[in-house]
């Protein structure tokens, strides 16, 4: 059993950044596929970026290419998604993902643990 916590979410100018930040409980974190999905409302939840186990690839929507970044530390059991440039299109909640095994196909759809939630809202 995962259990996912999220943090850092808040209310931020546009232009403006955040790191968000996931702390996962149990063993084997490096053994899992981590990610970040968001869902504004009235949407569904979409992927935001994913990285494998070992950190050494990564996968971003379009949408955020270039402005975000997700990174893992698996000393600390912990994913982070650092977000620059923030747009008022970027409000949501965003939610952490443990999927095990490989990043591939891993979507809102498909993954093992997810967290509660951060909310993070970007005013114009």
């Known amino acids: 059993q995962v259990q996912l916590v999220e943090s850092g979410g808040r209310l931020v100018q546009a232009g403006g950044s955040l790191r968000l930040s996931c702390a996962a409980s149990?063993?084997?974190?490096?053994?899992?596929?981590m990610g970040w999905f968001r869902q504004a409302p009235g949407k569904e939840r979409e992927s935001v970026a994913v990285i494998s186990g070992s950190g050494a690839s990564t996968y971003y929507a379009d949408s955020v290419k270039g402005r975000f970044t997700i990174s893992r530390d698996n000393a600390k059991n912990t994913v982070y998604l650092q977000m620059d440039s923030l747009e008022p299109e970027d409000t949501a909640v965003y939610y952490c993902g443990a999927k095990r095994g490989g990043p591939g196909g891993f979507s809102p759809l498909r993954g093992d643990y997810w967290g509660q939630g951060t909310q993070v809202t970007v005013s114009s």
């Open positions: 149990g063993r084997s974190f490096s053994s899992y596929a």
